[in-house]
């Protein structure tokens, strides 16, 4: 079985360049979750879907953060314009959701460096 | 501030000896999880445990639960240089909207 797939692995942009971060999650798995891991830090979550519904974005920067799960199967994180504090690695999972707990698959994640 | 903080936060061992880190937190937990994050790896889940559980054991590893002191302790015997990476505790907690907040994680070395 695949695993949850990210691309790219590395992106490096100047600042106030938009950029995107597109996620495959794991075939079946209803809900997506985008973090962001800055250096020598654990990851944040950034926002959750269920399905297609952004059901958690509360800690999503709206003013230039944005993200979209069409068909609630892949999806994307975009952030325009990029500011230099925005370089870290952000990170996609996946959990089939239902009733009970059901563990988090994590992506290899991108690594934006913003100059 | 992070809802849970790991103690040390760099740990160098040998090969073949064990290896202790921390967690501690702040609320309430429905479940407290650690992970493991190899150099430019993404995370892997290593073991779950629930807050009415006391102890967990997986292969090599030994999770503990202290609930009344609000901490968590996750034991690796006869650790192997495989076993480097970083390891990461995070909570479930209602009052974090039961999603998953991670600490800073402890940074595991061992030399072979």
């Known amino acids: 079985e695949a695993g949850v797939v990210q691309s790219p692995r590395y992106k490096i942009i100047e600042k106030k360049q938009p950029v995107a971060f597109w996620c495959n999650p794991i075939?079946?798995?209803?809900?997506l979750y985008w973090y962001r891991q800055n250096l020598g830090q654990g990851p944040e979550l950034l926002i959750r879907?269920?399905?297609?519904?952004?059901?958690?974005d509360s800690q999503l920067p709206k003013d230039r953060f944005s993200a979209e799960r069409l068909k609630g199967v892949d999806s994307t994180l975009k952030i325009q314009p990029a500011e230099l504090g925005d370089s870290a690695v952000y990170l996609c999972?996946?959990?089939?959701?239902?009733?009970?707990?059901?563990?988090?698959?994590f992506g290899p994640g991108t690594r934006l460096t913003v100059l | 501030s992070q809802q849970g903080e790991e103690d040390p936060q760099a740990l160098s061992i040998q090969e073949g000896e064990n290896a202790t880190m921390n967690c501690s937190y702040k609320?309430?937990?429905?479940?407290l999880q650690w992970y493991r994050q190899n150099s430019g790896r993404g995370l892997v889940h290593l073991i779950l445990?629930?807050?009415?559980?006391r102890e967990k054991h997986s292969g090599r590893l030994r999770v503990t639960l202290d609930t009344s002191k609000k901490s968590s302790s996750l034991l690796i015997t006869a650790s192997r240089a495989a076993d480097t990476a970083s390891y990461f505790c995070?909570?479930?907690?209602?009052?974090?909207?039961?999603?998953?907040?991670f600490g800073a994680g402890t940074i595991l070395r061992v030399k072979s």
């Open positions: 999972a996946s959990r089939s959701g239902g009733l009970g707990y059901n563990e988090q698959f």
């Open positions: 075939s079946g798995h209803n809900t």
């Open positions: 879907y269920e399905n297609e519904e952004a059901v958690d």
């Open positions: 609320t309430s937990i429905n479940n």
């Open positions: 445990i629930r807050s009415n559980e």
């Open positions: 995070a909570t479930d907690a209602e009052e974090y909207g039961n999603k998953l907040v």
